[in-house]
Nanobody
Framework: QVQLVESGGGLVQPGGSLRLSCAAS????????MGWYRQAPGKQRELVAV???????RSADSVKGRFTISRDNVKNTVALQMNSLKPEDTAVYYC??????????????WGQGTQVTVSS
């Protein structure tokens, strides 16, 4: 069984920073894409940033220049450094990973979510 455990959410004032972390554990052959999504109240879940196993990254236009995704393939972790936070960044942030538990297949896994609230 694969588990993604997130940490680092909380309450921050506009303009502040937070760092989210996610660690994958369990028995698997490899992790492919690993990244972050978010879901604000009344809205659909959306991609924030993703990192492939090859090192390339992609992020939403709304967070470019403010959020940075980083990944440690040895420790099976991914982090999201969030700077210059805005109230519209308020959401539940979910870690996501494509994991190969069975050779030749890749399944999608989600963390439990961590709340990020940006408010004065």
């Amino acid at each position: 069984q694969v588990q993604l455990v997130e940490s680092g959410g909380g309450l921050v004032q506009p303009g502040g920073s937070l760092r989210l972390s996610c660690a994958a554990s369990g028995r698997f052959f490899g992790i492919y894409a690993m990244g972050w999504y978010r879901q604000a109240p009344g809205k659909q879940r959306e991609l924030v940033a993703v990192s492939t196993s090859g090192g390339s990254t992609r992020s939403a236009d709304s967070v470019k220049g403010r959020f940075t995704i980083s990944r440690d393939n040895v420790k099976n972790t991914v982090a999201l450094q969030m700077n210059s936070l805005k109230p519209e960044d308020t959401a539940v942030y979910y870690c996501n990973a494509g994991v190969s538990v069975v050779l030749g297949t890749v399944d999608n896994y989600w963390g439990q979510g961590t709340q990020v609230t940006v408010s004065s």
